[in-house]
């Protein structure tokens, strides 16, 4: 008998033990997620979330009330002696580099203004500024991430201000395009993306596009195609060469949706791709998606994708790009080292382009980190005048020194077009200028990611047909639209 | 036996008073260990069972539902499916070692003295002090298309370009046989010691009959290592029912969900969808599904302990 128990218990503790990792999971989430004031919301799911709403509202009504008022200083010299506490998670080299060269003339420019800027990683600064938001001694200016998970909760909690009367102040509506500010606008409750308050000023952007082989386009005689089309329409003969038309590597799944957005947001169109990630008047039932989808699963059954391409990381497929496996690779900005490194500065070039020649250009794509003021910060005329200086144009001269993509490329910025670098900051400012800057489509749902991923890995491998595929992800749209 | 702490309480008492006493003292020692399981255990564990009852995204209030979660999980094929996946798994992580292992055990015990043992027993054991992330990278680049497995099974002749942990076919076996290589140090370890426990007496018996390797195996071995081969399951089953951080650096559940595993979708489900309720009732369901597999390999413990 005791053995028995003895045993029976041991057995439990085991079992228990190996599952403490994953129940810790479950209530892990809520601590990292939620906003401070329900601090430790492990304890009590429902009554913590509960009070920590109550608070949320409140404070978040208090944070509209003190945006409204006016008398906003835009002269920094006349702001006395004052230090500036900067949180940033800009640790690569060229935008780190740019930000210290921003620094410096800032503090040259208003002696009386010193920047301490505190740089941390983009996990550390999410983790931590959680807790510092709330409390009474913030960073002066930090870096918010945009999306539901983050900038929405600070700003669900009033831990944020409202840039409204800065914007007014500073004219940035007249110089940021209204797709840009959308990314760092949200509703004061947190619950919608792209229109309410203005919380945060983004520096950098990025975009997806279709990055072309040089020599293996000449080598086979095509132009550089001047739309999607175009670019379509090469497909066949660049197989028929023997050349592998499009590399490919989706085993990190955000690739699948980078490929797709390049036709599907033209096809859609900037006001309809838009409207469906803010939870707007449109459908993924748009006949763009199925038509979209059905090109990209003719794609993959004709071979104009890398093969086992679900095995190759994104990582891979940009270096085996950089080696010539390809003529086309469709994927973000963010691999231009990775391309560079491989076919030299101007072996390869970059394409945003419209669904037919001509057409208005629009394209997937994000912003830096927006920097955003804490409700609580002592001195907001102070960071505001700081994070204008940090995004204007002659910051975005700056960045374009570094090799970085400014958010808005000044006007009469210089590219030399035989550079892949070249290429990526001309085709930005156009779309900049054409404000054709689509957000990520798999932002409109917390679940569209993996309903996208997984869906669109199932589509190429001829798992599911094309109304399957349209199905499934207007259910995830549909479940969250009418769910909330 | 030696007397525990918690068999005192089941003592027949000789008198009331002292035994109160003893009682007592046997609970403080209790004590540290009980605060420690039921904060960093037992609390969580409730924590998540009651958040398994709402409807809840970390952030705003939470709603009560009662055991839809539950039902949810039951109704969604992805769930359902992922638990049908760990079942594989656990072929992978934890029937195949040991099986392997049992018959290198044997046949190392059969070859005496093998010089450099030691030596190959912690090369083969390795993987086990190796983090899972990097056995993850490791894996990815020997599976990637043009890998070693690829390079190898070209050299024999048998020339592909598979992308192993990208076919929807051999991804699962392919996340399996990472497993395999994991644990089957594990295993080999545990039966090796334990051979090495039996007494030589029972082989020279075996001997003396007339028995050969195969009926030796069977006769002598298999039975006396009824213990480490229950540790070795029970420590590679956990293994293989928490797989995690395998999944999430080789495939990430794809392609498609064809490698998606319940602890991934814990993960998935309260850090990135915001359903964390959904996810905590999975969370409870692999906690379930465990304590029945795990009472059952104990069961195959042997019954009779040495007075």
């Known amino acids: ?484 | 036996m030696p007397v525990t702490a918690s068999s005192i309480g089941a003592l027949p008492p000789p008198v009331r008073r002292q035994r109160r006493r003893a009682d007592f003292v046997a609970y403080l020692y209790l004590a540290p260990a009980v605060a420690f399981v039921g904060v960093f255990l037992i609390y969580p564990l409730v924590e998540a069972g009651v958040i398994s009852l709402y409807q809840w995204d970390g952030i705003s209030v939470a709603k009560w539902v009662g055991l839809s979660n539950y039902l949810t999980a039951a109704q969604t094929p992805e769930i359902v499916q992922s638990f049908y996946h760990v079942g594989v798994l656990i072929i992978f992580f934890a029937v195949i070692p040991l099986g392997l292992a049992l018959i290198l055990a044997a046949v190392v015990q059969r070859g005496a003295r093998l010089h450099g043992l030691g030596f190959f027993q912690s090369l083969i054991f390795l993987p086990q002090v190796i983090a899972s992330v990097v056995i993850g990278v490791i894996w990815v680049s020997i599976y990637a298309p043009t890998g070693t497995m690829n390079t190898v099974l070209d050299a024999v002749g048998l020339g592909t370009q598979n992308a192993w942990l990208g076919d929807f076919n051999t991804a699962l076996p392919a996340v399996g046989l990472i497993g395999t290589w994991v644990e089957i140090g594990l295993c080999l370890v545990l039966m090796v010691t334990g051979i090495s426990q039996i007494p030589s007496e029972l082989y020279d018996a075996v001997r003396v009959d007339g028995a050969g390797a195969i009926r030796e195996f069977f006769a002598i071995t298999l039975p006396g290592l009824r213990g480490p081969i229950v540790a070795a399951l029970t420590l590679t089953v956990l293994f293989a029912l928490r797989t995690f951080d395998i999944v999430f650096v080789t495939t990430g559940g794809g392609p498609g969900t064809s490698t998606v595993v319940p602890a991934f979708l814990v993960y998935n489900l309260a850090f990135r969808e915001s359903e964390v309720g959904l996810g905590s009732a999975v969370g409870i369901l692999l906690v379930i599904v465990t304590l029945i597999i795990t009472g059952i390999i104990r069961r195959l413990e042997p019954k009779e302990i040495d007075e």
């Open chain 1, 1 to 484: 008998m005791r053995h028995q128990k003895a045993r029976l218990s041991f057995a439990v503790a085991l079992g228990a033990a190996t599952v403490l990792t994953v129940a810790a999971c479950a209530p892990g989430p809520s601590s990292s997620s939620s906003s401070p004031s329900s601090a430790p919301p492990t304890g009590t799911s429902s009554s913590a979330a509960g009070s920590g709403n109550g608070q949320s509202s409140s404070a978040s009504g208090l944070s509209t009330s003190a945006g409204t008022g006016s008398g906003v200083n835009t002269d920094p010299a006349t702001m006395g002696t004052i230090k500036l506490t900067v949180w940033d998670q800009e640790t690569s080299p060229g935008i780190s580099n740019s930000l210290d060269e921003l620094n410096k003339q800032f503090h040259a420019k208003y002696p009386n203004i010193t920047i301490n800027r505190v740089v941390m990683s983009g996990t550390d600064l999410r983790t931590t500024l959680k807790l510092q938001l709330s409390s009474n001694n913030p960073p002066d200016v930090a870096q918010a991430n945009q999306g539901f998970a983050d900038m929405g909760s600070y700003v669900k909690a009033g831990l944020l201000t409202n840039l409204a009367p800065y914007n007014e102040a500073y004219g940035w509506s007249k110089r940021i395009p209204s797709s840009q500010l959308a990314l760092d606008s949200m509703t004061p409750d947190g619950s919608k993306l792209g229109t309410g308050n203005l919380y945060g000023v983004s520096g950098t952007g990025e975009v997806v596009g279709i990055f072309y082989n040089k020599s293996i386009l000449r080598k086979l005689n095509l132009p550089v195609p001047t739309s999607i089309e175009e670019f379509e329409s090469q497909l066949p003969k660049i197989k028929a060469a023997g050349v592998l038309p499009i590399e490919y590597g989706d085993q990190n799944l955000s690739p699948s949706i980078h490929l797709w957005g390049v036709t599907l947001i033209p096809a859609l169109g900037h006001t309809t791709a838009s409207a469906l990630v803010f939870g707007g008047n449109a459908s993924w039932t748009d006949p763009a998606v199925a038509k979209t989808a059905t090109t990209l699963q003719d794609w993959s059954n004709a071979g104009y994708l890398s093969p086992g391409a679900n095995g190759v990381s994104s990582n891979s497929a940009a270096t085996a790009f950089g080696k010539g496996g390809a003529a086309y690779f469709l994927a973000g900005t963010w691999n231009e080292n990775a391309i560079t490194a491989g076919l030299g500065a101007s072996g390869a070039g970059f394409l945003v382009l419209p669904e037919t020649a001509g057409g208005p250009l629009t394209a997937m794509g994000g912003l830096g980190m927006g920097w955003a003021i804490p409700t609580n910060a002592k001195h907001k005329d102070a960071s505001a005048a700081y994070i204008n200086f940090i995004t204007d144009a002659n910051a975005a001269q700056v960045l374009i020194q570094n090799n970085q993509l400014p958010a808005v490329p000044p006007a009469n910025f210089k590219a030399d077009p035989s550079t892949l670098l070249g290429n990526v900051l001309a085709d930005w400012a156009k779309l900049t200028a054409a404000n054709g800057l689509a957000p990520y489509i798999d932002w409109s749902t917390p679940t569209m990611y993996t309903t996208l991923s997984t869906n669109l890995q199932l589509l190429l491998a001829n798992k599911i047909t094309v109304p399957d595929f349209v199905k499934a992800v207007q259910a995830d749209h549909d479940k969250f639209y009418s769910g909330s």
